[in-house]
């Protein structure tokens, strides 16, 4: 009847092919079933979720960061309103046009190309232009036909009051980019979000930031307005009270910026609290211009580094003002008795080498005490060798040398104190007796910062009792007042030495003041006990140092000034120091020179 | 009416009950997807009452066919040809143009594409062809033969130009011309030679959509210049000449002699699949060669050539086990998803009827030509088998070719689901190729 039976030869080489069709029918039909599964059911979450992005457009309104004040209340940090040009997609447009684009760019006179082309993201909002003023605002809604899909919006502005000399401290903010949202935890955040960069900003961002409100809609294909989701209002952040004096800052500031070099930084720290008082890195920026391209890259360029925090990441020699150290380490380890007379020649020959000593001519016979005061370097040297290395090291450290004061703001370096092992590991050398000499001075591979000096200082001032420094003293609720964070003093183990010890360190102290290398701090009503450091520097001029506190017999306040390559500690770091403790103290009293050199006392 | 009774009685009779359930149950969820998907519009009835027009005149010419006896149409295979080469060039002559393409007529209250039913009579026409030389199948001559009578209809059919609709000839022709016998390495010199002649030039525009790509890969970039640079095209063929002949003499050295003819035809092949490749390019414009590999990889151009992808996947995959429900998925309500009512009618099930319906679909779709696949082997003759195979294949393009597309497998070609997607004229001719199956299956114990 049918071919099957007449023509079977023909039929089943018919039906084998027929089959390869049938399986490669169902292979294709099982592909697609597999396909089908993965899309919706193993994938179906990530799919509703974009589907679900691209039909709701949020119209953020960006809460106000919290304000920031000093000690005294002052505000620091506050917001303005900036008005902001911002294209919505629509229509399948997913860009402004080129006519739009010529158009505004000849509203505002500068060309907004790069801007869209930074910004541009899949189906989002663009922003186009920042900070406009209030007649690019009118012209942009006068040519509102020209320019389809262009709104002019509110955004809040970071405004910081004196802000070049409280950069460091504060810290810039700027806008979250797309290519770093997959590096951040925080799954709130997202781009185009205002995050604090450094400083307080950053590390104190998540009070800071407030809750972004706004309203969300939902728009169709070609981004037309369906219905409209409720509106919630934004959020400000917390308002942070700051430890810092900004006159005592700007006192700081202006003495480091009117010093030999104008490099530098000062730390100033309150003794019973670890409080910062003062936190100055000079040369600054201001963190007002920070935000246009223009002035962030000619900050960048400048030799003098002024995004550099040289409180806390600026390493240097400590040199003379490490004597401190060397002290302590010899009456503590050596029982060496301070009144031992040695005599000063001008330089010390160990080996075939020469180390000189800070006077060329020498200090001829001085006891202990007066060799801090005048800083003699031969007769450190000699305690040094006495010493060892191991012990000087291990007072170092005793006193956080090498280790990060864990401050509240970030990148804070930490230091070094080097030991035989390192430079054998380093460097391929033993370790040698110079290189003892040259660290009981404070020079070789030793590098401090200035905030561990003052940290240093305060711990000496305390007798042993020392704090964790802090920027932040307390965080309150802007709408309610309410304290939601409170500093507690955070006390450092305590460095327990003889009494004697620190009787005979504070006499020295006091006696670089009364008629040594300190004496430009020197001052009628207060007694000053400090310790000035000239850092050789191998870069160039040597650095001036000096670490003080004050008043001598019931400490409060402890600094450390630094001059980069700015001479002679004495005459350069010195007056920057007398101008922090005028100020703070509230000292009225003129430079007298007489009185400086104790002519009028008598004495010397 | 006694003959219509008897048809009925027949079919009835001799009704293949899967058959009929998959292909209702696609008419249906085809309704239901396009009236949902035009819920939105100031008309929403309007496509649906135009759609029930077309499967109903369909449904009578279904009838129709179903109770002519297909056999007929053997002995006139020259005739319906020279009928359907004669109804495609009056469309070049008379037809009006849509979207670019002079392919339809105008006739009052709808417009009808003539190349959906010459796609049919084609089937036909080379079902009688090859049954008449059924035992020469494997001489060249026929095969060539064979090829070319699909070659008119394509060469009319591109001077619309319609490329979309030329698209199922090629596998129609190769499967019938390999059920019925042919040589297989004639089958597999025309493959060769038309994917060298079509992926040339849409690999060249895939790459050069990913300069980055480009920039990181200078083999990539050498190749890539080939097809404009004289030079580097040289030495690409001078290298697989040289190929060829090393391994030819490997073999001889392995003591595996072949003849001369088969390396000399090879090169032939890979040469004029090179040179078409020109040809190819030129005759497609730049959008359409996006549109064919941008699936590859849909986020190269996710503003042009691969929006339609990317949201077709979005709405399939958003729509989850249990979908949005009908008239309330987001991407098809919102306008996200493009050609919605058309060619992407399956990304509408996907999402607001979710993975259990379209899931579905898939089945009663592969049931459905599973069941015409029986009837091609169950016919009472050659020819019909050969016919019913013609229309199950163009079947079975047609959807793995759409479902494979809206699920971001395969490239966008604009082929429309058949029997689900909208369109009066693809609606119609479906129906018609249903009729001649129905035909061959209740004539095939007598």
């Not at chain 1, 006091?510 to 006990?529: D, Q």
């Not at chain 2, 079509?198 to 890539?224: D, M, Y």
């Not at chain 2, 095209?233 to 003499?249: Q, Y």
């Not at chain 2, 689900?420 to 001649?436: E, K, N, Q, V």
Request: hydrophobic fraction near 45%; glycine fraction near 6%; charge should be positive.
């Amino acid at each position: 009847m049918s071919w099957s039976t007449d023509n079977r030869f023909a039929y089943n080489l018919f039906v084998e092919k027929h089959k390869v069709i049938l399986i490669i029918l169902i292979f294709c039909f099982a592909v697609l079933s597999m396909k089908l599964f993965y899309m919706q059911i193993i994938k179906g979450n990530y799919y509703k979720k974009i589907s679900e992005q691209q039909r709701i457009n949020t119209a953020h309104e960006r809460a106000f960061r919290g304000l920031i004040y000093d000690t005294n209340e002052k505000i620091l940090v506050n917001n303005v309103t900036n008005y902001v040009a911002l294209f919505y997609p629509f229509e399948q447009q997913y860009e402004p046009t080129e006519e739009s684009i010529e158009k505004l760019s000849k509203i505002l006179q500068k060309d907004i190309k790069p801007y869209i082309e930074k910004s541009w993201r899949y189906g989002r909002v663009i922003k186009l232009a920042e900070n406009l003023t209030i007649n690019e605002v009118f012209k942009i809604q006068e040519n509102k036909l020209f320019l389809p899909g262009i709104t002019v919006v509110k955004e809040p502005k970071r405004i910081c009051h004196d802000s070049i000399e409280n950069a460091h401290i504060i810290g810039y903010v700027n806008e979250l980019r797309a290519e770093e949202i997959d590096n951040i935890d925080n799954t709130e955040l997202k781009v185009g979000d205002i995050i604090g960069r450094c400083g307080i900003e950053q590390s104190y961002d998540k009070y800071l930031r407030g809750k972004d409100g706004g309203f969300s809609f939902e728009v169709n294909a070609r981004g037309k307005h369906q219905k409209t989701f409720d509106y919630e209002s934004p959020i400000i952040g917390n308002s942070l009270y700051l430890t810092i004096d900004t006159e005592l800052q700007k006192t700081a500031y202006q003495a480091l910026k009117n010093s030999s070099s104008g490099k530098g930084a000062a730390v100033a720290i309150d003794v019973k609290t670890g409080a910062i008082k003062a936190f100055v890195s000079c040369p600054s920026y201001d963190l007002n211009k920070v935000s246009s391209a223009k002035d962030y890259k000619r900050y960048l360029r400048n030799k003098n580094l002024p995004f550099f925090n040289r409180c806390i990441q600026a390493l240097y020699p400590p040199g003379s003002t490490f004597k401190i150290v060397t002290f302590i380490a010899a009456l503590e380890h050596l029982h060496f008795d301070p009144y031992t007379i040695e005599n000063c020649t001008g330089k010390f020959e160990l080996g075939d080498r020469f180390y000189v000593c800070s006077s060329r001519a020498g200090h001829k016979k001085l006891n202990l005490i007066s060799a801090m005061a005048y800083s003699c370097n031969v007769y450190f040297y000699i305690l040094g060798l006495d010493l060892g290395v191991r012990v000087i090291d291990a007072y170092a450290k005793m006193f956080r040398l090498g280790e990060k004061t864990g401050i509240d703001i970030s990148s804070e370096k930490k230091g070094f104190v080097p030991t035989p092992e390192w430079k054998k590991a380093k460097m391929k050398m033993p370790w040698l007796k110079g290189d003892t000499v040259i660290l009981s001075i404070g020079q070789g591979a030793l590098w401090v910062t200035p905030l561990q000096m003052a940290n240093l200082m305060a711990t000496v001032a305390n007798k042993g009792v020392s704090y964790k420094p802090y920027l932040v003293e307390e965080i309150k609720d802007s709408n309610t007042k309410e304290t939601v964070y409170k500093h507690e003093p955070a006390e450092n183990e305590k460095i327990e030495l003889e009494p004697y010890t620190w009787k005979q360190l504070h006499k020295a102290l006091k006696a670089a003041v009364e008629y040594g290398t300190a004496k430009r701090t020197k001052f009628k009503t207060m007694t000053v006990a400090a310790k000035t450091g000239t850092a050789e520097n191998p870069q160039g001029d040597d650095h001036a140092w000096v670490v003080a506190y004050a008043p001598a017999d019931n400490p409060k306040l402890a600094l450390a000034v630094i001059v980069e390559n700015g001479g002679y500690g004495g005459s350069v770091s010195v007056p920057v120091a007398r101008e922090i403790f005028k100020k703070y103290f509230n000292i009225n009293e003129e430079y007298d020179e007489d009185f400086i050199n104790g002519i009028k006392n008598g004495i010397h | 009416m006694a003959y219509i009774r008897l048809i009925f009685s027949k079919i009835i009779k001799n009704i293949d009950i899967t058959f009929f359930i998959s292909l209702l149950y696609l008419l249906f969820i085809g309704f239901v997807a396009i009236y949902s998907a035009s819920s939105n519009l100031d008309n929403p009835t309007k496509h649906i009452t135009t759609q029930f027009i077309a499967l109903s005149i369909g449904a009578a010419g279904m009838l129709f066919l179903a109770g002519f006896n297909y056999q007929y149409y053997k002995h006139f295979g020259k005739i319906i040809y020279i009928l359907s080469c004669l109804l495609l060039i009056s469309v070049l002559l008379f037809g009006t143009q849509h979207k670019g393409t002079k392919g339809w007529f105008d006739l009052p209250y709808f417009s009808f594409q003539p190349v959906e039913v010459t796609k049919i009579m084609l089937i036909i026409v080379l079902a009688a062809f090859i049954d008449k030389h059924w035992n020469e199948i494997s001489k060249l001559s026929i095969f060539v033969k064979t090829l070319c009578i699909t070659l008119g209809h394509f060469i009319l059919i591109m001077l619309q130009p319609d490329f979309s609709s030329t698209l199922s000839y090629f596998p129609v022709t190769l499967v019938l011309l390999y059920v019925a016998g042919a040589r297989l390495t004639h089958i597999f010199a025309v493959v060769l030679y038309g994917s060298l002649a079509v992926l040339i030039p849409l690999l060249v525009t895939f790459f050069k959509l990913q300069p980055k790509l480009l920039e990181s890969s200078k083999v990539l970039t050498f190749f890539v210049t080939a097809p404009s640079n004289w030079h580097n095209a040289a030495i690409i063929l001078g290298s697989i000449i040289l190929i060829i002949f090393l391994i030819k003499w490997f073999l001889s050295k392995l003591r595996i002699s072949i003849s001369w003819a088969y390396p000399i035809i090879f090169l032939a092949i890979v040469l004029a699949g090179s040179f078409s490749s020109i040809v190819v390019n030129k005759s497609l414009k730049e959008y359409q060669r996006k549109r064919l590999i941008v699936f590859l990889k849909p986020e190269i151009d996710s503003r042009g050539a691969g929006y339609n992808i990317i949201q077709s996947k979005i709405t399939i995959g958003s729509g989850k086990f249990s979908g949005k429900k009908f008239f309330k998925g987001t991407q098809t309500q919102l306008g996200f998803l493009p050609e919605q009512r058309t060619d992407f009618v399956f990304s509408v099930i996907g999402e607001e009827g979710g993975y259990f319906l379209a899931q579905l679909t898939i089945l009663f779709y592969f049931l459905f030509i599973w069941r015409a696949l029986v009837v091609a082997k169950q016919a009472r003759d050659r020819f019909g088998s050969l016919v019913a195979m013609g229309i199950a294949t163009m079947f079975a393009f047609y959807a793995i070719i759409n479902l494979g597309m809206v699920m971001g497998l395969m490239p966008v070609t604009g082929l429309p689901l058949l029997l689900l997607s909208y369109g009066g004229s693809s609606m119609l001719s479906s129906m018609f190729a249903i009729g001649i199956l129905i035909s061959i299956h209740i004539r095939r114990f007598y």
